[in-house]
């Protein structure tokens, strides 16, 4: 199993920058990609962004609503997600996933409020 445990949500002005993070932990080799999802309340859960596993090539993938503003990166077992000019409806929970070999993971999740 992998364990992952995110942090770093916030409340923040409209065009301010955070920085969540999600460490892994647990069965780190199984995993095959990592991904960052948001819901906002009243709304389904939708991606954010993905990045492959080191070494596997491939690059990062965006929804469209948050290209130019949002970065995934990952430094060995904490995956990031850095967030700038954050806008109102950026607001949500923001999850952490893991897809791998066998059933995939997902953290609690940190609240982010875009709000002035």
């Known amino acids: 199993q992998v364990q992952l445990v995110e942090s770093g949500g916030g409340l923040v002005q409209p065009g301010g920058s955070l920085r969540l993070s999600c460490a892994a932990s647990g069965d780190i080799a199984s995993i095959i990609t990592m991904a960052w999802y948001r819901q906002a309340s009243g709304n389904p859960r939708e991606f954010v962004a993905r990045i492959s596993s080191k070494g596997s090539g491939g690059r990062p993938i965006y929804v469209d609503s948050v290209k130019g503003r949002f970065t995934i990166s990952r430094d060995n077992n904490t995956l990031y997600l850095q967030m700038n000019s954050l806008k109102p409806e950026d607001t949500a929970v923001y999850y952490c996933?893991?897809?791998?070999?066998?059933?995939?993971?997902w953290g609690q999740g940190t609240q982010v409020t875009v709000s002035s």
């Open positions: 996933n893991a897809a791998r070999i066998g059933p995939e993971s």
